[in-house]
């Protein structure tokens, strides 16, 4: 097995008995580990090279990745500029979001090429048209792939600050803010000791065809003890979508107003909330009440991408 796994490693590699994401096909440090064992292995299933065992097809796996260099030849293709690779002395925020960005939502991949994960344990790279399939990662004794998750664009979400939120520290807080659509997750980093922190942070989320709302909780860190919960809101994207889908290549529009979501008792909107083209592309600025909690309010600045962008 050793000898099998060293074809994709140097031998200073095997000495440090360092781990690797076998369904990726990458050798990753020890900083890192913890991120990504918190991807879940259906994304990156961590092993050690010394301690564990490996099967046959996670062996072939990372021999036909070829190493890392090869790896992020294809999900470092395109890293925009407000993204900065995280060095050795990053703090763990800062690595967490940089790989989540790159291997749980591949946001640095080519426009044309997704990674689909097989159950096998290899990666292989998929041509895109106007939709995308992804495994959904659902364990199964048979050798096929899992139920497929049809994606139909991409939601990029800013959030941009929040409002007089909630004293869990004694005297403040220490807020990031979680979103979920679906089976995915990601997060904001920490803000410490802010009340009205201002993240002007962007994260993206594929939406899939049967698409949920998008739901948003805002957490206290803490060091010592599981993080309190500084309130939840759930933004319904039905009006973003279904206004952005007529209208195809938003680029070839004017700035216009093409739909609208109403504030109403039964959602968490402070004011109505309109969806625009701007500049070629379809925003919807959304300023949130936080729910279940004594005060807060979140902004955030939703924007629809079609798959074929």
């Given amino acids: 097995m050793l000898w099998d ?96 960005a790159k291997y749980e939502l591949q946001e640095f991949l080519k426009p044309s090429l997704r990674i689909v994960s097989l159950q096998s344990g290899k990666s292989s790279l998929q041509s895109s048209s106007s939709r995308k399939t992804v495994d959904s990662f659902q364990s199964t004794s048979s050798h096929h792939l899992a139920g497929m998750v049809e994606f139909i664009g991409l939601l990029k979400v800013k959030v941009i600050k929040g409002t007089n939120l909630a004293i869990r520290d004694m005297m403040s807080s220490d807020p990031y803010v979680v979103l979920t659509l679906g089976q995915q997750t990601v997060r904001t980093t920490t803000i410490k000791s802010n009340l009205n922190p201002v993240w002007n942070e962007q994260l993206m989320l594929s939406v899939p065809h049967h698409y949920g709302p998008l739901k948003l909780q805002v957490f206290d860190h803490d060091t010592f003890s599981a993080d309190d919960i500084m309130g939840e809101a759930e933004v319904d994207l039905q009006p973003l979508i279904t206004s952005a889908m007529p209208f195809g290549d938003a680029g070839m529009f004017g700035n216009i107003q093409i739909g609208k979501w109403l504030k109403s008792h039964d959602n968490a909107l402070v004011i109505d909330s309109t969806v625009n083209i701007v500049d070629g592309r379809v925003k919807q600025e959304v300023s949130l009440k936080l729910q279940n909690v004594e005060s807060g309010e979140l902004d955030l600045e939703l924007e629809w991408v079609p798959l074929d962008q």
């Fill in 5 to 100: 796994i060293s074809r994709a490693m140097s031998k200073h590699q095997l000495e440090l008995g360092r781990p690797a994401s076998a369904n990726i096909g990458v050798f990753i440090c020890l900083k890192c580990c913890g991120v990504h064992r918190s991807l879940g292995t259906h994304i990156s299933k961590v092993l050690s090279v010394t301690l564990d065992d490996w099967s046959g097809d996670e062996i072939d796996a990372m021999v036909e990745v070829g190493g890392n260099s090869s790896a992020n030849a294809i999900y470092e293709a395109f890293i925009p500029e407000e993204y900065a690779k995280p060095g050795p002395d990053a703090s763990h925020d800062e690595r967490a979001q940089f790989i989540r």
